[in-house]
């Protein structure tokens, strides 16, 4: 059996169900993959952990991925299980916010740590500076939870249709009393939750091989897992060791994530990942990334894979 | 290679020079006293420049110190910035409000025996309560901006200093106290005569106690919610963006700041507590 | 209120003991410091406590000055009881070790009593000018306690008593710290001070020659219980050279304290 | 609570006479701590009502009750004392029995620990024993190497002048650098040479609790006064005599001293380490998770385990102290 | 080696002292803490040190005792050079205060030296056991020091000194921190030691009583600098009951010694 350890992004849950899922089930037994999942944290960065050799493949978002990428850590994307993005921006619709325009002046929630690329994106795209200034966006940086809505501390902050917007509903409250500001829906979307691979190791054969049956072995998890939901999110509830998360917390966030992954059969879509790119450069003065990325991604694995 | 060689031959240096240097005939005076460990800081990150280079350490896992100062030396309004968020906004403010509550908890506390005996063990308790755990809840509570890293920086100090004044105020000697007592002096005379000037040496052995942890504390707060800038902002931020040398310029700058802070509190407890044995020289 | 607190005694004994006893409560038992304790002590008189350790002595003194309340018997001084008296500000008081505060200079030592009674600034300049030229130490008002011998620190502890000019002095074992040559000669200069301005001394010493040299009446204490076993008169002139201890007298008066001190001793 | 004063005629005579006044001594201590406690407390369940007034009114407006004002929107505007003041029966009817409240119930804390100590399976990953234990294990290790790091750095600057002027300053300023800040980097690193588990919490651990040893055991070993050095040289003892006979035992009420800061400081290092790690287990990842998923219960629970923790872990060292100054004659 | 460390002397003075000097550099400038000191101390000699504070006694005994360096003239302990007599473990030292380690029962505090030295197992216990009883402590063996009284701790610390049976004797105030009627009964049985052991003892005090009592010679000391400015022979017996210093002899020795401290005084 050859050794696989992967970098999960966040914590875990649904949002990674594929990989529980197929190990779970022996997917990756069956393709002779040992498989450790590394679970992610607040203070984990995982291109870090992949640069140091922590880990052989990661679960990253592409903004942060294509900005390690011109930092000099050359990254590349092997597949793409995610199809649509799941980000949002939640407000509260008292406050009569009812599109992009109406953010001047707001105080806004975002999620740091090379998760606000896509935000501070969108947002030059709009031409709305985000520096705290009269006819510009106050930006908090956004904790672990949905407080600083609750709270009144922010007119919008960021959510995952899967994770965040629902613990806003638990909280009490109702859905007519919110606005919604979908990425995917305002042409800003960016891919969530690739799978990206060091360069260098690409020029090894049998890292290569390993890689062709390790995304085999996942797109058959997270295909098990649409279909699953439900049995889905009690595999990831069996491998989550804090004990925090909830049965119907996860039920439902596997029924989003399925939603997310469901166009996608692991392969990078070429047009998708365009968007992407064009998002990020088009960041006015102080674009995400400068110039447009070489190598970023590579189809041979999911050929290989999934042909 | 070569070049870890070389660090294991300039940490031989460095030792052999201040080894010299501390056993030498100058060993006494002040220049020397601030050359060792001067020597010792360089020898340090000289070793550090030399391995992270001969090793090949990634800069994104651990820069070399020359990256660590450009990134200083040209992020400085940000890090000026940061510093003035965190330190000046909210560590200052909370250790201030921390202290004289402290202060006034403490002269309570020593008035009221039965207060004194419930309230310094549930305090210890408290005391105990990790601010990984506190400090999201303060966040919570009191929201993004400083005001919350200064709640964190007031629960970090306040146990310290409490603990630290109570254990002045009753250092007196019964001969000192029953001095006052021959005066018919009144429970204020004796607080203000005799009982706060004997306490200063444990109450700034409490305030430089709480001076690194004030910082500390700041910077641990912004790790569960800030506005978007402060030290601990500018940290978290800049690993997720790999940006390793501005990480290590921010904590150079936490290093000195707390330093600075120590050595300022330090340098008035010197002026203060002259008569203390301890500083009498 | 000010005219008691110079502490100007009215007619009869200044301070007055009858059948006092003091028993403290240990975690060992009761410790029977003080027993059936009688003693007038008239205006003037320079009275001296002799015994071995543990014998009562401060605890006597302590009493006198309302540090300590008897459990048993009836004491005043200056015909108040001691509480009133510690708050009229009766006496002065002289630790053992100088105690004086390390923040303080000398004058402002000697300027604390001044300021917790509420002298006026310019009668608190003039009592410590005065008094510290009393005690021989003018010049050395700005100097901190610590830059100051033991026997100068004594001094000024005695002129931080002296200062607000109480007619009672209270001094336990003032010179048990300091050698005895400084002892000698702070001897002689408590004696003439106390020639000066005729206040009325209880002085506590374990120091035979001290007790006799400087003393008008002499208590013979012995411990446990703690009682006073002798009460004597020395019969020494006022005037008091050093040389006196080389005396007939004096070493005949020395004699008997042993005496009274051994003789305690093996009763006990 | 009688008010015989201690000193009373007979007290602590004979042996019941000394139970009796081991039981005051206790009484002396207990009576004002458990008035504190009960102060504390109730000072917590008032404070309850306006921190978890906004929701207790919407659960209130949700089973048909009327509130004022009725519009959701309004009522986020305003602070929760004036919302409790206006809505007196929802507020206080419904503040200590939240799923999620802003500030849980003392009960509900209270039975949260109990629920997730005694009431499951030690094994159990809900268990707080279990979380407790993985987090105690790294403490321990970090301890133990934070101790004995301290003292053979002590050891160094005691007996060497060079280690004593260059270690002794950066000892200090390493202090006051943000572990949070180096923990996550601490810990990349060590996964790059393939640690993982246990050992990287045990080394941030470790750097929190060797000062506190240093600095108390520095003091310890220096506390010898001149008379007890000279005593050894007129006998012509050698440095390791020296260090054995007088340094060591002189220096152990110091070092428990600091033992029990470190132990302490052991602890926070131990869950700091714990949240960067995947927050996968131990008392630090279920604060982050609690915290996370906004479930405030399981946040003060695990928040009041962590501090019995390193009251347990602070007693026991208290406990040790005790029983080996007594047979050192060091303790009275 | 071991045969010196037992300490017998060989023929000629047990210490001897030609022109001595030793000058301190201090951040306030040198201190002349000895000058001149010219001083042979024969075998089974008892001779006490007196002076004011500061006058050197200390440094002297320091210098003996390989302690301190001096900076000028000649000292040898046991014909040998104080360091080296030191290493050869030629004296036992007794400092002012008792400085029992607390941790150390008395059984334990006295075998200290013994297990420096690497006395057998055996020997240890039966040292232990007779200094116990030359002090007059057997029974306290395992007690701690706190649980003794003043006065028996220092017979503690004495018995630690004399445990390795070294024949010189160097006591710096043994007694200042104790009450006079212990002192008194020490002093006695000091005495007696003396007597039974044939020691040489170097003995230094501030109290003139007890300087004449016990000593075959005074060496009386002045300070600023530190010199000898007198030394006397006592033409006092051998055997002295406690009841001596009543005795014509005795006043006039102590008088010659008080004299000599004053003339001292006013020369610096
Ligand atoms: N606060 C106290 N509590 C309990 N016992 C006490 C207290 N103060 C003194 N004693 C005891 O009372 C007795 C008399 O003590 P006191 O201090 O008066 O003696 P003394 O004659 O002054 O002795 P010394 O010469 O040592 O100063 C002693 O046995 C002492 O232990
Ligand atoms: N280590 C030292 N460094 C500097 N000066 C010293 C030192 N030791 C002693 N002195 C000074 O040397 C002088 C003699 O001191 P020494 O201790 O020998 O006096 P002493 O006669 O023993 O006094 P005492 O009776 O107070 O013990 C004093 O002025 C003292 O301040
Ligand atoms: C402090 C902090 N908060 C949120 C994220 C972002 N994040 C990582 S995975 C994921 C999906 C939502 O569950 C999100 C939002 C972060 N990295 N750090
Ligand atoms: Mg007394
Ligand atoms: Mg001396």
Request: glycine share 10%; charged share 20%; aromatic share 8%.
């Amino acid at each position: 059996q050859d050794e696989v350890t992967l970098q999960l992004k966040w914590v875990t849950q649904a949002q990674f169900a594929g990989y529980y899922v197929a190990e779970d089930q022996g997917f990756y037994d069956e393709e002779s993959l040992d498989v450790t999942i590394l679970p992610g944290g607040p203070d984990i960065a995982p291109p870090q952990v992949l640069a140091g050799g922590g880990a052989d493949v990661m679960v990253d978002w592409m903004p942060s991925a294509l900005s390690a990428r011109e930092k000099g850590l050359p990254i590349v994307n092997i597949a793409q299980p995610f199809k649509t993005s799941g980000l949002m921006l939640t407000c509260w619709k008292d406050t009569g916010i009812t599109g992009p325009e109406d953010f001047r002046g707001r105080t806004i929630g975002v999620w740091f740590f090379g998760n606000e690329y896509p935000f501070l994106s969108w947002m030059s795209q709009e031409g709305i500076p985000t520096d705290a200034s009269d006819d510009g966006i106050t930006v908090l940086k956004q904790g672990f939870n949905v407080d600083p809505l609750l709270q009144r501390q922010a007119d919008c902050i960021s959510t995952m249709t899967y994770n965040e917007y629902g613990q806003v509903l638990d909280a009490g409250v109702g859905e007519d009393e919110l606005v919604n500001f979908k990425y995917e829906d305002q042409g800003v979307a960016t891919l969530e939750d690739g799978l990206y691979v060091l360069e260098e190791n690409l020029e090894d054969p049998a890292f290569v091989d390993k890689m062709e049956r390790f995304v085999r072995a996942s797109m058959k998890g997270w295909k098990w897992a649409e279909e699953n939901p439900e049995d889905a999110a009690m595999i990831v509830l069996d491998n989550d060791e804090t004990g925090a998360q909830t049965e119907s917390h996860q039920i439902r966030m596997m029924q989003e994530i399925a939603k997310l992954t469901a166009g996608s059969n692991g392969a990078l879509a070429e047009e998708d990942y365009r968007r992407t790119v064009d998002t990020l450069l088009a960041g006015g003065s102080d674009p995400v990334i400068s110039k447009e990325p070489e190598g970023a991604w590579t189809h041979e694995i999911t050929d290989a894979a999934l042909n | 290679m070569t070049l870890v060689i070389f660090a294991l031959v300039l940490w031989a240096a460095g030792f052999a020079l201040n080894a010299r240097l501390a056993t030498g005939p100058a060993a006494d005076t002040r220049s020397v006293q601030l050359a060792v460990p001067a020597i010792f800081g360089l020898t340090l990150i000289g070793m550090w420049e030399l391995i992270v280079r001969g090793l090949d350490v990634p800069g994104v896992i651990l820069p070399p110190p020359s990256a660590v100062a450009a990134a200083f030396a040209g992020e400085l309004d940000v890090i000026w910035a940061d510093f003035v968020q965190t330190f000046v906004k909210g560590a200052l403010s909370g250790y201030l409000i921390g202290a004289l509550a402290a202060f006034a908890f403490a002269i309570l506390a020593d008035r009221y025996d039965f207060l004194k005996r419930g309230l310094l063990p549930v305090g210890n308790f408290m005391a105990a309560l990790p601010i990984v755990g506190t400090a999201p809840i303060l966040v919570m509570w009191f929201g993004f901006d400083w005001e919350s890293k200064s709640a964190v920086v007031v629960v970090m100090v306040f146990f310290p200093i409490l603990v630290n004044t109570v254990a002045g105020l009753a250092d007196t000697q019964a001969m000192q106290r029953d001095l006052m007592r021959t005066y018919g002096a009144s429970y204020v005379q004796t607080l203000f005569k005799l009982r706060l000037p004997a306490a200063m040496p444990f109450i700034f052995n409490g305030l430089k106690i709480s001076t690194t942890l004030a910082l500390i504390g700041a910077i641990v707060a912004e790790f569960f919610g800030s506005p978007t800038l402060g030290m601990g902002f500018r940290i978290s931020t800049s690993v997720g963006q790999l940006a390793l040398d501005m990480v290590w310029a921010e904590i150079v700058a936490a290093a000195l700041a707390g330093s600075a802070f120590y050595g300022i509190i330090a340098f008035i407890e010197k002026r203060v507590t002259f008569w203390h044995p301890s500083h009498r020289g | 209120m000010q005219a008691t607190a110079q502490g100007r005694a009215p007619a009869g004994s200044v301070v007055e003991a009858k059948a006092l006893n003091l028993t403290f409560h240990t975690n060992d038992g009761p410790v029977h410091a003080l027993k059936d304790v009688n003693l007038a002590v008239e205006r003037g008189e320079f009275v001296s406590f002799i015994g071995p350790s543990g014998c009562g002595k401060t605890t006597f003194l302590r009493c006198v000055a309302g540090l300590e309340t008897p459990t048993g018997g009836s004491l005043s001084v200056n015909g108040l009881d001691p509480d009133a008296a510690r708050r009229a500000r009766a006496y002065g008081y002289v630790f053992q070790a100088a105690g004086l505060y390390p923040w303080r200079t000398i004058g402002g030592n000697i300027r604390l009593p001044l300021e917790i009674m509420g002298f006026s600034e310019e009668e608190k300049k003039r009592r410590v000018r005065d008094t510290l030229a009393l005690v021989d130490l003018d010049g050395f008002e700005n100097k901190y306690p610590w830059q100051l011998s033991g026997g100068m620190q004594q001094r000024a502890s005695i002129a931080r008593a002296l200062s607000f000019d109480a007619d009672l002095l209270l001094m336990d074992e003032p010179f048990g710290a300091l050698d005895e040559i400084v002892r000698d000669r702070l001897n002689e200069e408590l004696l003439s001070l106390w020639a000066r301005t005729g206040k009325t001394m209880l002085f506590v010493t374990h120091s035979i020659p001290e007790a006799v040299y400087l003393s008008t009446k002499i208590v013979v204490m012995s411990p446990r219980p703690g009682r006073i076993s002798d009460v004597i008169d020395s019969p020494l002139p006022k005037e008091r050279p050093l040389d006196i201890r080389d005396s007939r007298d004096f070493i005949d008066i020395a004699h008997r304290v042993r005496e009274g001190l051994r003789a305690g001793m093996e009763a006990a | 609570m009688t008010d015989t004063p201690l000193s009373a005629p007979g007290a602590g005579v004979g042996r019941s006479g000394r139970v009796a006044l081991w039981l005051r001594g206790a009484g002396g201590r207990i009576v004002p701590v458990l008035t504190v406690i009960a102060a504390l407390i109730a000072l917590w369940y008032v404070a309850c009502i306006p921190m978890n007034a906004h929701q207790s009114v919407l659960l209130a407006e949700r089973s048909g009750a009327e509130v004022t004002p009725a519009a959701a929107s309004e009522r986020r505007n305003m602070g929760g004392i004036a919302l409790s003041l206006r809505n007196p029966g929802p507020a206080l009817s419904a503040a200590f029995a939240q799923d999620r409240p802003v500030l849980p119930a003392p009960h509900q804390v209270a039975v949260e620990l109990w629920d997730s100590t005694a009431g499951m399976r030690p094994t159990s990953k809900r268990s707080l024993i279990f979380h407790g234990w993985i987090t105690l294990s790294a403490t321990l290790a970090g301890f133990a190497v934070g101790t004995a790091l301290g003292i053979l750095l002590a050891v160094g600057i005691v007996h060497s002048r060079v280690m004593d002027m260059s270690v002794m300053p950066w000892a200090i300023v390493s202090q006051t650098i943000p572990i949070i800040a180096i923990a996550p980097m601490i810990i990349v690193v060590l996964y790059s040479v393939g640690v993982q588990g246990l050992l990287p919490k045990a080394v941030i651990s470790a750097y929190l609790s060797f000062f506190p040893v240093v600095v108390g055991m520095v003091k310890g070993l220096r506390s010898p006064d001149a008379m007890q050095l000279d005593l050894l040289r007129t006998y012509g003892a050698t440095g390791g005599q020296t260090f054995w006979k007088l340094r060591l035992p002189a220096s152990l009420p110091y070092l428990f001293a600091s033992l029990k800061i470190g132990v302490a400081a052991s602890l926070i290092g131990a869950i700091v380490g714990e949240l960067p790690t995947g927050a996968v287990r131990g008392l630090g990842a279920r604060l982050l998770a609690g915290s996370y998923y906004g479930q405030t219960v399981q946040i003060w629970s695990a928040l009041f385990a962590a501090a019995i923790l390193a009251a347990v872990l602070v007693a026991i060292i208290a406990g040790i102290e005790r029983m080996l100054l007594r047979r050192m004659g060091l303790a009275r």
